[in-house]
């Protein structure tokens, strides 16, 4: 699962690697993966269905 998240530290796009299909606190869907260039943890919001 290739994803393409916002990176803060690269501010820049960047892939994210082992990324995991989540459910946030307050129930909206979220992919959490890792920065496949600086190692920061990531997240990106997905929209409700």
Same mark, same amino acid.
């Given at each position: ?10 501010? #820049?796009? =960047? ?6 299909? /989540?459910? $946030?606190?307050?129930?909206? @869907? #979220?992919? =959490? ?6 190692? /920061?943890? $990531?997240?990106?919001?997905? @929209?409700?269905?």
């Amino acid at each position: 699962m290739a994803e393409i998240a916002y990176c803060v530290k690269c501010k #820049a796009k =960047k892939t994210m690697t082992s990324a995991k299909k /989540v459910t $946030m606190k307050n129930g909206r @869907p #979220a992919v =959490k993966g890792v920065c496949g260039t600086c190692g /920061v943890g $990531m997240y990106k919001i997905l @929209p409700m269905k």
